[in-house]
């Protein structure tokens, strides 16, 4: 019970002091109202149900274990506990049926306090609970005004778990989910759903649990979380769906939630409920391979020409579209590869009237982290070149000091395939899966060296 205290010469003398931290309190108050976060304006009602889940005026949780005849019939004894992650203060204010105030107070986490109270002075009283706040200011929270529980003799634990709002977050790996895509009316399924937590531990006494967001058509039970999850630890749900009797296409959409908290959705997928099997459609026809022809060398118009006859597009690296007189000297992909009907062949042509009409030579860098093999083909088979070592250097420098690029003469007057085989992957160069890059170009002696870098 609190009691004013008689003013004494000691206090008289302080008073100055006192006005002094006084105003400076005012201040402070008066800066929080008009704070970017609004100060509360009075305290939440609840009702004993509400602790079953979060309470949603400030994410708090609190366990409630109400214990008949566990003192004498003519007290009731109020116990506040705190759980190892409350740290800041708790409190509950008990104003008793004759107006008198008795504290409960939190002394940091894995805290106790006890008080009791004569039995004929609860009911009619009420409950407020109280957490520290901003600058520590201990605010009331929720009101508690049903006392009427709390019968002769009982003992009432409230243990404060959680203060603060957690986030949920969840993935879910589709291919463990038995989630139907269609079920008969009023047919009943047990399904698996699997999911991994990307957010902070699901702690099984935070009223965590599996539930249907949506409006319920399929009589989803709502499933409490049977274990702690960690982050990034996998965990498996079982709920029993059953279809509505009235066939159509309804969602089931799960989520997770601390219950009477934020959800997040787990797994949303509509089902068909219907008498039979859905048919479904058919699969589109697989797609046709062209090969790729050879123009190399050729004239502009013919290599046009050969590109749109095989069902082909191009992609031209052209310095003079309005010029006709104009060979191809390179294409990508190489000849003879298959690729998806009208997909882009790249042609690079040159000018007849120029000085030279190919490349005399290769050169490539190898700006990436792996060592590469370079190889050519020689009309029959692929021939290994050498090897081409990484040439990254630190900060990310290419070509690093000291490094050479691989080097190569091209074949004059012919076409020249080359190939560039990551060996971690295959080793084979007739493998397009092997391969990191190709290139096809004409030869020409007197013509420049192309220049590659391959990051």
Known sequence: MYSRPHPTADTRNHRPARRHLLGWLALVLAWLSFSSTPARAGTTNIDWPDFDGVLAADCDIIDVKIEP?????????????TGPAIGWYKGIQISDNNGNLHLLASKGPSSTDVTSLPAGWVVGGFLRFEKARILGVHTGVYDLTDLKPLTKGSRVTFTWVQDECRGISVGYY?????IPTWLVPGETRRVTVA????SQAWLVDRRYEFFDKGPGHFGVTPLPLAKTVHFMADYSFEITITAPKTPGTYTLDLGLHQRGGYAATVKRQQIAVQDTEP???????????IMVPDVLGMSAADAGTAIIDAGLQIIAVDANPLNPNKTVIAQSPLPGEMIQERGAVWLLYELDTAAAVGFADISITNCSRNAYIVYKFDGDVWKEQGPLASQLGDANVC??????????????????LYVVVDPQ?????SNVRCRV??????GDSNGPTFLEELR
Not at 281 to 288: E, I, V
């Open 437 to 442: 890059y190709e290139w096809a170009g004409w």
């Open 69 to 81: 005849n566990a003192v004498s019939q003519a007290a009731v004894e109020f116990v506040l506990k």
């Open 399 to 416: 070509p690093k000091q000291g490094s050479k690029p691989f080097e190569g003469s091209l074949d004059d007057g012919a076409p020249n």
């Open 425 to 429: 992957l295959c080793k084979d160069p």
């Open 279 to 289: 048919k479904l459609p058919a699969p589109p026809p697989p797609p046709k391979l």
């Open 195 to 198: 999911v991994t937590n990307f």
């Open 174 to 178: 589709p291919t463990k989910s038995t």
